[in-house]
Nanobody, 120 residues
Framework: QVQLVESGGGLVQAGGSLRLSCEVS????????LGWFRQTPGKEREFVTF???????TYADSVKGRFTISRDNAKNTGYLQMNSLKPEDTAVYYC??????????????WGQGIQVTVSS
């Protein structure tokens, strides 16, 4: 059974930082790419960033220079370091894995989501 469990969310003031983790089990994490998406009420799930199984990385323009994705295959865990947070970053954040990373929210497996709230 594949499971993705996010942690590290919460409430932070604008300009602050948070680090999200995504612990993956039930598959060989090193053979999958990892994506992060976010969603606010009434809106579609939005691409944030991905890292391929070979380490290629892409960021959405809205987070470029502020967010950093990484992965530790030995720990079966992916990370999203979020710095210089803005109120518009407030959303539920989801991690997802798939053999092929993409900017569309069409991944094989998803986490349950974690709330990130940035106060002004």
């Amino acid at each position: 059974q594949v499971q993705l469990v996010e942690s590290g969310g919460g409430l932070v003031q604008a300009g602050g930082s948070l680090r999200l983790s995504c612990e993956v089990s039930g598959l060989t994490f090193s053979t999958y790419g990892l994506g992060w998406f976010r969603q606010t009420p009434g809106k579609e799930r939005e691409f944030v960033t991905f890292i391929s199984r070979l380490g290629s990385i892409t960021y959405a323009d809205s987070v470029k220079g502020r967010f950093t994705i990484s992965r530790d295959n030995a720990k079966n865990t992916g990370y999203l370091q979020m710095n210089s947070l803005k109120p518009e970053d407030t959303a539920v954040y989801y991690c997802a894995v798939d053999r092929i990373v993409k900017m569309r929210p069409e991944y094989d497996y998803w986490g349950q989501g974690i709330q990130v709230t940035v106060s002004s």
